[in-house]
T-cell receptor, first 114, second 113 residues
């Protein structure tokens, strides 16, 4: 199936731990994104990569570090997890950095920090 | 002022009803516009793009008014399966060729029998 897939779907971890979320797209898109959806359901962009190059870096704590080994993959590593990091993290991709046709989203990773 | 504003609802309507959602955006230079649908505990999915001339896809009609910076979505003959949160999405067209989609907080629709 052509899609954006991210793992894991659920992640429950203790404060202070380090965790990673992985994302892969087989749509042949050039651009990938990480979005965060908080408890109020508001979706906010965190990062964007275009052909492995970081192009958008919103005001995100530097405990969050994205990494794109190739244009089909975009991972998110989070250090020293805090309670406020609990949210759903969505990976997305678009044909190119202009995003004129919208984005395709992965099914999300529900992170709970306890 | 938020970049994209929507009435959060919820809109509770009976099957067969016509319902309209509205959205305003703050950046007059915005270049492209979309409606996304998000079901409970699922990812957002593209419902339709919104064009200046207005566009229709079956029971769904989207319209854009650039002068008023206003976007609308009309759903006719509502089905139970239309129950979801509808997200108004704007691409503000950031300079340098790199864009990011800005999402509204969503309008919740509940269609009942």
């Amino acid at each position: 199936d052509t899609a954006v897939s991210q793992t894991p779907k659920y992640l429950v971890t203790q404060m202070g731990n380090d965790k990673s979320i992985k994302c892969e797209q087989n749509l042949g898109h050039d651009t990938m994104y990480w979005y965060k959806q908080d408890s109020k359901k508001f979706l906010k962009i965190m990062f964007s990569y275009n052909n492995k190059e970081l192009i958008i870096n919103e005001t995100v704590p530097n405990r969050f570090s994205p990494k794109s080994p190739d244009k089909a993959h975009l991972n998110l590593h989070i250090n020293s997890l805090e309670l406020g990091d609990s949210a759903v993290y969505f990976c997305a991709s678009s044909q190119d950095a202009r995003g004129r046709d919208g984005y395709t989203f992965g099914s999300g990773t529900r992170l709970t920090v306890v | 002022r938020k970049e994209v504003e929507q009435d959060p609802g919820p809109f509770n309507v009976p099957e067969g009803a016509t319902v309209a959602f509205n959205c305003t955006y703050s950046n007059s230079a915005s270049q492209s516009f979309f409606w996304y649908r998000q079901d409970c505990r699922k990812e957002p999915k593209l419902l339709m793009s919104v064009y200046s001339s207005g566009n229709e896809d079956g029971r769904f009609t989207a319209q854009l008014n650039r002068a008023s910076q206003y976007i609308s979505l009309l759903i006719r003959d509502s089905k139970l399966s239309d129950s979801a949160t509808y997200l108004c999405v704007v691409n503000p067209g950031i300079s340098g060729g790199y864009n990011k989609l800005i999402f509204g907080a969503g309008t919740r629709l509940a269609v009942h029998p």
